[in-house]
């Protein structure tokens, strides 16, 4: 099988980016059933294959190098597969360098600070990866659809006025350029589902005992407000899509596609960042084989290139293997 080099998965990623500056038009820039445009089926399948253990190569080069944190945003429609998506993208990575956000109604203490105080206070640490399941974008969605939201925000009257959209947008491209200059990667991924499949997948909730958990009657109330969605998402991807920080239209009608394009963007991030295992000075070598000698209890070989070699059966009061008789 072929390498998963950096310009592959980037070949098959491009046609889900938001160009900085484009003007999106939901449903009809990008298709939420469109599966092969970037790509063919056997390079998904390839992409699969050698992708989540790739994603668990260089998160451990990640939190070695401890200098980069990378933040991946999700935002979606109910029943879009971002659940899902996480589960399965991050199921061969270290548990332990990745943190998972879910942002429900603001708290009261929420509501008496800048709508961006709660999600910096869950950025990742250096090292880490960290998942929003929606984020700070509420606040230029769900927020937009329904004005009483806003409303109810402790902000001054005056302020919430038609330009308040307008100035968020360019407040949250300003504090991810800010985070991008601090070391951070941003990952924004929009998992794009289409009216008729998020149909079938609330019905399937309701029809399978063993999905009834997963349905919420308020879920369908807002589907009501789907058009008004789509225009809010639109205006979203055409006005904070940007160099440090693009998003990608992530076809979400098929669920393992959807999952392996998640994780080829995420990838392609990590990538971006090449992060290293740290070089060891002499000084830290040196303690190395100190440390190795007092285990084994005698003195230990070192070889050309520095690197403590096996200390000989005598000195450790190790037996060798009897050589047999010819």
């Known amino acids: 099988m072929t390498q998963l080099n950096r310009r592959r998965v980037a070949r098959f990623i491009d046609d889900f980016r938001v160009e900085p500056g484009r003007r999106v038009r939901l ?3 990008f298709n939420p059933a469109e599966i092969t445009r970037s790509g063919t089926k056997s390079e998904a399948k390839a992409i699969l294959e050698q992708g989540v253990e790739r994603l668990a190569e260089y998160q451990a080069r990640l ?33 332990q360098g990745v943190e998972v956000s879910s942002f429900k109604v603001p708290s009261s203490e929420d509501l008496d600070h800048d709508y961006l105080w709660r999600y910096q206070r869950r ?4 090292g880490h990866i960290g998942i929003f399941n929606r984020s700070y974008y509420e606040e230029v969605l769900v927020v937009r659809v329904h004005p009483q939201i806003l409303a109810g ?8 006025d038609r330009g308040i959209w307008g100035r968020r947008f360019r407040e949250i491209n300003d504090w991810e350029h800010y985070l991008t200059d601090q070391g951070y990667r941003i990952v924004k991924l929009f998992l794009n589902v289409s009216k008729d499949e ?7 909730r309701i029809d399978e005992p063993d999905r009834n958990w997963k349905f919420s009657a308020a879920d369908v109330r807002e589907r009501r407000f789907w058009d008004d969605y789509q225009k809010a998402f639109s205006e979203v991807l055409s ?4 160099p440090w920080a693009p998003w990608y ?3 979400a009608d098929v669920k393992p596609f959807a999952r392996v394009a998640a994780a080829a963007v995420i990838l392609d991030a990590l990538m971006q960042i090449d992060p290293k295992f740290p070089t060891m000075s002499d000084d830290a070598k040196a303690a190395l084989l100190t440390a190795k000698e007092e285990l084994l209890g005698g003195p230990v070989a070192v070889d050309g290139g520095g690197a403590a070699a096996e200390p000989d059966a005598a000195a450790t009061g190790r037996k060798g293997r009897k050589r047999k008789k010819r």
């Open 27 to 29: 449903p009809k820039d």
């Open 63 to 95: 939190a070695a190098q401890d200098d980069y944190g990378v933040l991946v945003i999700l935002q979606a429609m109910d029943a879009a597969g971002k659940d899902g998506t996480i589960r399965h993208v991050m199921s061969g990575v270290n548990p």
């Open 123 to 126: 950025l990742p640490q250096r």
């Open 153 to 160: 925000q402790k902000i001054p009257r005056k302020l919430k």
């Open 198 to 204: 998020q149909k079938a997948r609330f019905l399937s």
């Open 239 to 242: 006005n904070t899509s940007t």
């Open 249 to 251: 239209v992530i076809p």
